[in-house]
């Protein structure tokens, strides 16, 4: 999943567009900003989803694969996982952020995909902690992508939802700072428990559970009036299409992301490699 953060021309609550009708079903654009607790809730998620993932990405997937291949493999390993966990984040986040879109039931829209999102992520990552082989760790890493954008795809979703267009822009602010608090807080909690596998993955994933749970209970996700049209395969296809002449800036936004995102994972890969053996020369 992607993890730059704004700038001149818009953050994250820039790159997400109103969501189109569907057959009559989608809910008009919100006039008013929803209630202070759910904003604090709105803020929390974020760091809490960013503490969860990016501890890994950072430091812990790295202390894992030197413990399981040694420091000499760890890099090409390091680069295998996340490789894979690209594709996957690449696929599920338009997939799941449409399919949100169109979920029908009293629970709302976003709600049931936040949690079962976040649960799933913390599964996974429970499952990479206690992996023995590159093989698993690939896997589990896949897997945590796909819940992870998953529950993330409906929650950015929620900015459309909730705040009106005009406030974009501020709500961006304050996403970033949000998300960039829980990529820092990551690695703090990440060296309190680098002797400790378990803890390491797990204080993370529950920290995000807490904090996407909360959000999702007092989110005020109303339900669609209607069931949207049944899509056909090519236009689930149309979801990796974006035109950059109609949507520029939008389109300009994402492409800059992919850049910062790759810049982001080949500078952790050796940040996560050289934080072990600091660590251990002391």
């Keep these: 999943m992607s993890t730059d953060s704004g700038d001149a021309e818009g953050g994250i609550a820039d790159k997400i567009p109103n969501p189109p009708p569907a057959g009559g079903s989608a809910l008009a654009p919100p006039t008013e900003m929803p209630r202070i607790p759910c904003l604090v809730a709105f803020g929390f998620a974020q760091f809490a989803i960013f503490v969860a993932l990016l501890g890994p990405v950072l430091v812990s997937l790295g202390i894992k694969l030197i413990s399981v291949v040694g420091e000499d493999d760890a890099p090409q390993a390091t680069g295998l996982v996340l490789g894979v966990g690209a594709i996957a984040a690449m696929i599920a986040n338009p997939v799941f952020g449409h399919i949100s879109d169109r979920t029908t039931g009293p629970w709302g829209r976003r709600r049931p995909w936040i949690i079962v999102g976040t649960v799933g992520l913390a599964v996974a990552l429970l499952a990479i902690a206690l992996a023995n082989s590159v093989f698993l760790l690939v896997i589990g890493w896949f897997v945590a992508q796909i819940?992870?954008?998953?529950?993330?795809?409906?929650?950015?979703?929620?900015?459309?939802?909730?705040?009106?267009?005009?406030?974009?822009?501020?709500?961006?602010?304050?996403?970033?700072?949000?998300?960039?608090?829980?990529?820092?807080?990551?690695?703090?909690?990440?060296?309190?428990?680098?002797?400790?596998?378990?803890?390491?993955?797990?204080?993370?994933?529950?920290?995000?559970?807490?904090?996407?749970?909360?959000?999702?209970?007092?989110?005020?996700?109303?339900?669609?009036?209607?069931?949207?049209?049944?899509?056909?395969?090519?236009?689930?296809?149309?979801?990796?299409?974006?035109?950059?002449?109609?949507?520029?800036?939008?389109?300009?936004?994402?492409?800059?992301?992919?850049?910062?995102?790759?810049?982001?994972?080949?500078?952790?890969?050796?940040?996560?490699?050289?934080?072990?053996?600091?660590?251990?020369?002391?």
């Design 147 to 282: 819940f992870a954008n998953a529950a993330f795809s409906a929650y950015l979703a929620t900015i459309a939802d909730q705040i009106p267009p005009e406030r974009h822009a501020s709500i961006s602010g304050y996403v970033n700072i949000t998300q960039n608090l829980g990529i820092l807080a990551s690695t703090y909690i990440a060296s309190f428990f680098e002797s400790n596998m378990l803890a390491l993955f797990m204080v993370p994933a529950v920290i995000g559970v807490i904090g996407m749970s909360v959000f999702a209970i007092v989110l005020p996700d109303k339900p669609l009036t209607a069931k949207p049209p049944r899509m056909r395969a090519h236009e689930w296809i149309t979801l990796f299409w974006v035109n950059r002449v109609s949507t520029r800036t939008f389109s300009g936004s994402c492409f800059r992301a992919c850049c910062c995102s790759s810049a982001c994972t080949c500078s952790s890969r050796s940040d996560s490699s050289g934080f072990k053996i600091a660590s251990a020369s002391t």
